[in-house]
C-alpha cells in the first residue's frame, strides 16, 4: 500500500496513471513532475510517455488491472485518495475500467474513496451507468470561476459525498453555488514559481460555507505566503497561520474514516 503526505487521505491507490493538461490548475501539476523521476528510476508504472504538448515523459494515460484488486488486500480502513498521478474520468479510461474500479469500492466498504477529477463534462454521459457505492467521496477540482461549472455537473453525480478541492486557488470564486456539496478543501500553489493566492479568496469560501453547512478544510497557504512569512514552500506550521484560517474539518458521514 502506497501512504500519502496528503493531508486528508491515508493512502493513494492509483489503478490508472498518466494524464494530460486541462485547465490552468494543471500547469504545475506534480504528478508530471512525478512521473519524470519515476520514469528515470525506472518504475514500471510510469514507462510511457505522454504527448509533450499536454503531458510529458512517463505521464502517458496507462491502465494499471494488476492494481485493481489492491485495497482488497488492506484490512486497516483508510482514507484513499484515487488516482493521485492521473484522473479516473480521463477520457481514455475506458468506461468499463471505470465500473471495476468502482466494483472494488463497493467490496471494500471498509475503506473510504475520494475521486477528484477536473473531468466533470464526462460525468453526464458515464454517471448514469455507475453502480455508486456509499463510501465513495466525489470532488472536482476549481482553480478559478472560469470553471464554476464542473460544480454544477459535480451536483448532479449520486455521490455520497461530494467535494470541491480550490487547489492551487488562482483566483476568486465569485458565484460559487455550495448547495449540495458537502466539503471544501481550499489552498494555494506550492513549489517554484508558485501563483499566488490571496488570503481573501480563502476568507470568501470560508464565508460561503458557513451559509450552506459545507465544511471546510484549508490545506495550505501557498509559496507565496509562505515567502513573506519565511516558511516552507506549503505555510509552515498550520499553527502558525492567521487563526481564522486554522480550519481543517470533514463532512459527514465520517464514520469511514480511518483516523
Ligand atoms: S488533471 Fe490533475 S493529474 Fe491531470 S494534468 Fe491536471 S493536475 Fe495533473
Known amino acids: 500500500m ?6 486528508w487521505a491515508t493512502a493513494v491507490w492509483n489503478p490508472t496513471t498518466g494524464c494530460d493538461r486541462v485547465s490552468p490548475g494543471c500547469d504545475k501539476c506534480y504528478a508530471l513532475t512525478m512521473a519524470r523521476r519515476l520514469k528515470a528510476m525506472g518504475s514500471a508504472k510510469y514507462q510511457v510517455d505522454g504527448h509533450p504538448a499536454t503531458s510529458g ?7 494499471h488491472p494488476d492494481t485493481l484488486t489492491d485495497p482488497l488486500g488492506w484490512r486497516r480502513p ?19 475500467f471505470v465500473q471495476q474500479v468502482f466494483e472494488v469500492m463497493a467490496a471494500t466498504p471498509q475503506h473510504t474513496y475520494m475521486v477528484l477529477t477536473k473531468r466533470a463534462g464526462r460525468f453526464p454521459r458515464v454517471a448514469p451507468r455507475l453502480s ?5 467521496w466525489v470532488g472536482v477540482s476549481v482553480e478559478n470561476a472560469d470553471y464554476l461549472g464542473r460544480v454544477d455537473e459535480l451536483r448532479a ?12 486557488l488562482l483566483g476568486p470564486l465569485d458565484g460559487l453555488d455550495l448547495a449540495g456539496i458537502d466539503w471544501l478543501i481550499a489552498g494555494g500553489e506550492s513549489g517554484p514559481g508558485a501563483r499566488p493566492m490571496s488570503l481573501a479568496w480563502v476568507r470568501d469560501l470560508l464565508a460561503m460555507c458557513d451559509r450552506c453547512d459545507t465544511a471546510p478544510f484549508v490545506k495550505q497557504l501557498g509559496a507565496a ?9 506549503k505555510g509552515g506550521d498550520w ?5 481564522d484560517l486554522r480550519v481543517r474539518t470533514y463532512p459527514a458521514p465520517v464514520g469511514a474514516v480511518a483516523r
Open 78 to 96: 483508510e482514507r484513499i485518495f484515487v488516482n493521485s498521478m492521473s484522473d479516473l474520468f480521463h477520457a481514455r479510461v475506458p468506461l468499463a
Open 225 to 233: 505566503w509562505a515567502r513573506q512569512h519565511g516558511a516552507d514552500s
Open 132 to 136: 455508486w457505492p456509499s463510501n465513495l
Open 157 to 168: 453525480v449520486p455521490a455520497a459525498v461530494r467535494f470541491i478541492s480550490a487547489e492551487p
Open 2 to 7: 502506497a501512504d500519502t503526505s496528503i493531508e
Open 57 to 63: 515523459s512517463g505521464f502517458g494515460l496507462t491502465l
Open 239 to 243: 499553527t502558525h497561520w492567521p487563526a
